[in-house]
C-alpha cells in the first residue's frame, strides 16, 4: 500500500453529487481528489437519467412520426429501428460522460479509478486491479448512490424479472412486461415499453400512479395510461411469478377487490424501491451513524463524525439528481467556511411519461393535513392556444395555495412540457409568491407556461379562459 498527499477534500463517488462537488471544491481552491469505480456521471448519467430520457425521446418522434397525418405532414413506413434507438442513447451518453471527465480535468480535479472506502480519522483507502492506495483528507464526502432494491416476493429473482439497470441491456424490445410500482420509474418504463410496441400492465400498491405525487395528477396519469393501451392496477400486488412452457412469465396479482388472477408476461420489471451504497464503505468502524442504512446528515450535509460528509441518494432526503448536485454543492461550501444549509422547501420533482408530470410544494392533501385553509386552481391544456397549436391537449396545472393570504404553496402539472413550465412555480415558492404574483406575471402568448397563470387566476375567482370554473376551498 502506498500512502499519497494530502487532499483537503476526498469525494468517493462520481455522481451528479460528487462530481459537482468535486468541481466546486476546486474553484474554491481546495485540493480535491475523486474516486469513481466506474463512470464519472453515476447512476444518473449513465444508467438512468439520461439514458432513459434519450429513449423517451426516441418514443415520443416515433409516436409522433405515426400520427403525423394529424398536422398535415405524410410520412410512410413508420417503423422503430431499436438497434438505432441504443445507438442514439448510448452516443448521448458517451457524450455527457467525455464531458464530465473534461470539466472534472479542466478545473484540476484528480479523478482516482477505484473503490474508496474510510480507513480511519483523516483517511481514504482506494482499491484497483489489485493494489490499494491510502490517501490523506481533510475532509470526506460520501456521494456512493443507491442501487435498486430487490422484492421479497417468490420468483422476483429468476430469470426475465429485471431492474431499471437491466432493462437498459435488453436487445429488443419485448413483447409485453408486467411493471411492478407505478412510481417514477415504473411509470416511464411503462411509456417507453408501450410506445415501442409492447403490451403493458403496471401494477401498484397504493390507490393511485405516482403516489408521491398529488392525487388529482396520479388518477389523471392513470386516465390517460388506460387510453393509450396501458393496463393499469392500483391498490394491487404481485405474489408471486412463476416461469410458464411458453417462454411466458406468471404473474400473480391480487387485486384491490382481493381477487387474485394471473397476468403473462413476457418480461417483470421491478421499478420501485432503492438501496443505499453502503457496503464495504467502512462506515461501522468510522462510528458513521444510519437509519435503516441511510447515512444521517444534517442540514449542512454534516455526519456525526467530524470532517465527513454525506450527499445524495445515500443520505435518503430526497432521491433526485438534482438534489444531490446541490448537496454536493452546500456541503463544500460549509467544508470551505461558509455558513450554507439546504432548504427542501422547494424541491421539483418529474417524471418523464408522456405526457410529462412535474411538481413542487405540498400536494393538496398535505396542505390540508399541515392544517391550511387552502384554496385551489386548476387550468386544463385543452383550453392552451398554445397546446391546440401543438397537438398536445391533455393534462391540467393545479395550484395549490393558502386561501387568507394566497401563499402558493405547491404547484403539480401533467402536461406537455411540464418539466419546463415548473421552474417559475420553484422560483415561486422559494420566494413565497402569492397567487396574486403569477396572476399579475405577464407571460408571452402562446405559452405553455400561460397555463399557470390561468390556474392561479382561477384560484383568485378571476378565470379568463375556462367557462365557469371554481376555486375549491377548505369547508
Not at 60 to 85: C, H, I, M, T, W
Not at 117 to 145: D, F, H, K, M, Y
Not at 220 to 234: C, D, H, M, P, Q
Request: net charge neutral.
Amino acid at each position: 500500500m502506498t500512502t499519497e498527499a494530502r487532499y483537503d477534500v476526498v469525494i468517493i463517488g462520481g455522481g451528479p453529487g460528487g462530481y459537482v462537488a468535486a468541481i466546486r471544491a476546486a474553484q474554491l481552491g481546495l485540493r480535491t481528489a475523486l474516486v469513481e469505480r466506474e463512470h464519472v456521471g453515476g447512476v444518473c448519467l449513465n444508467k438512468g437519467c439520461i439514458p432513459t430520457k434519450a429513449m423517451l425521446r426516441s418514443a415520443e418522434v416515433f409516436r409522433l412520426a405515426q400520427k403525423s397525418q394529424e398536422f398535415g405532414v405524410q410520412v410512410e413506413n413508420v417503423r422503430l429501428d431499436y438497434p438505432a434507438v441504443v445507438g442514439y442513447r448510448d452516443r448521448v451518453v458517451r457524450g455527457l460522460r467525455n464531458g464530465v471527465a473534461g470539466l472534472l480535468k479542466s478545473n484540476g480535479v484528480d479523478v482516482l479509478q477505484g473503490t474508496g472506502r474510510l480507513a480511519g480519522p483523516g483517511q481514504v483507502e482506494v482499491e484497483a486491479n489489485g493494489q490499494s492506495r491510502r490517501l490523506q483528507a481533510g475532509n470526506v464526502i460520501l456521494a456512493t448512490g443507491s442501487t435498486p432494491a430487490e422484492l421479497p416476493i417468490p420468483g422476483a429473482s429468476g430469470p426475465r424479472v429485471i431492474n431499471s439497470d437491466q432493462a437498459l441491456e435488453l436487445p429488443e424490445v419485448p413483447r409485453s412486461v408486467l411493471v411492478i410500482g407505478g412510481g417514477a420509474v415504473g411509470a416511464e418504463w411503462a411509456t417507453i415499453f408501450r410506445e415501442y410496441g409492447a403490451q403493458v400492465t403496471v401494477v401498484e400498491m397504493l390507490p393511485t400512479l405516482l403516489p408521491l405525487e398529488d392525487a388529482d395528477i396520479g388518477r389523471g396519469l392513470e386516465r390517460l395510461f388506460t387510453a393509450r393501451g396501458i393496463a393499469v392496477k392500483t391498490q394491487a400486488r404481485v405474489e408471486r411469478v412463476e416461469p410458464r412452457g411458453d417462454g411466458q412469465l406468471a404473474c400473480t396479482v391480487t387485486t384491490k377487490d382481493g381477487r387474485q388472477e394471473q397476468v403473462a408476461a413476457e418480461y417483470v420489471l421491478v421499478g420501485v424501491g432503492r438501496r443505499p451504497n453502503t457496503g464495504g464503505l467502512g462506515l461501522e468502524a468510522s462510528g458513521l451513524r444510519t437509519t435503516r442504512g441511510w447515512v444521517e446528515v444534517d442540514d449542512h450535509l454534516r455526519t456525526n463524525v467530524p470532517t465527513v460528509y454525506a450527499i445524495g441518494d445515500l443520505t435518503g432526503r430526497a432521491l433526485l439528481a438534482h438534489v444531490a448536485s446541490h448537496q454536493g454543492l452546500v456541503a463544500v461550501e460549509n467544508i470551505a467556511g461558509h455558513d450554507r444549509a439546504m432548504d427542501y422547501k422547494a424541491v421539483p420533482a418529474v417524471t418523464f411519461t408522456h405526457p410529462e408530470v412535474a411538481s413542487v410544494g405540498l400536494t393538496e392533501a398535505k396542505a390540508r393535513e399541515a392544517g391550511h385553509e387552502v384554496v385551489v386552481g386548476r387550468f386544463p391544456f385543452a383550453a392552451s392556444g398554445r397546446a391546440m397549436t401543438y397537438g398536445e391537449t391533455d393534462g391540467f396545472v393545479k395550484v395549490v395555495a393558502e386561501s387568507k393570504y394566497g401563499e402558493v404553496l405547491g404547484v403539480h402539472i401533467l402536461g406537455q412540457n411540464a418539466s419546463e413550465l415548473l421552474p417559475e412555480a420553484v422560483l415561486g415558492l422559494r420566494l413565497e409568491a402569492t397567487l396574486e404574483d403569477l396572476a399579475e406575471t405577464i407571460h408571452a402568448h402562446p405559452t405553455f407556461p400561460e397555463a399557470v397563470m390561468e390556474a392561479a387566476l382561477v384560484a383568485l375567482g378571476r378565470p379568463i379562459h375556462v367557462a365557469k370554473p371554481r376555486a375549491r376551498a377548505a369547508t
